[in-house]
């Protein structure tokens, strides 16, 4: 059964940072890319970041470009995605997706 499991979320202060982790089970993770998607409150889905599957290459959205860094452990099955500079409209849950599947989210809320 493939499986996503979030983690990291929190309340930040604007300037602050959070690591969001993604434990992957259930599939060949070092086979698949892995993206992060997020919502934010009444708006709908924004593809945040994505990591190919031999962690060469990485892809991040304007919004988050230069803030925002995605990367892999394959020995951990577990995808990272280290956010900087968080801005209140940063606020949203986010979400790891691959194969298919997606995880349950961790909600990352920006204020002061």
């Known amino acids: 059964e493939v499986q996503l499991v979030e983690s990291g979320g929190g309340l930040v202060q604007p300037g602050g940072s959070l690591r969001l982790s993604c434990a992957a089970s259930?599939?060949?993770?070092?086979?698949?890319?892995m993206i992060w998607v997020r919502q934010a409150p009444g708006k709908g889905l924004e593809w945040v970041s994505a990591?190919?599957?031999?962690?060469?290459?990485?892809y991040y959205a304007d919004s988050v470009k230069g803030r925002i860094t995605i990367s892999n452990d394959n020995a951990k099955n577990t995808v990272y995605l280290q956010m900087n500079s968080l801005k209140p409209e940063d606020t949203a849950m986010y979400y790891c997706?691959?194969?298919?599947?997606w995880g349950q989210g961790t909600q990352v809320t920006v204020s002061s």
């Open positions: 997706v691959s194969v298919g599947h």
């Open positions: 259930g599939f060949s993770f070092s086979n698949y890319d």
């Open positions: 990591i190919n599957s031999g962690g060469g290459r990485t």
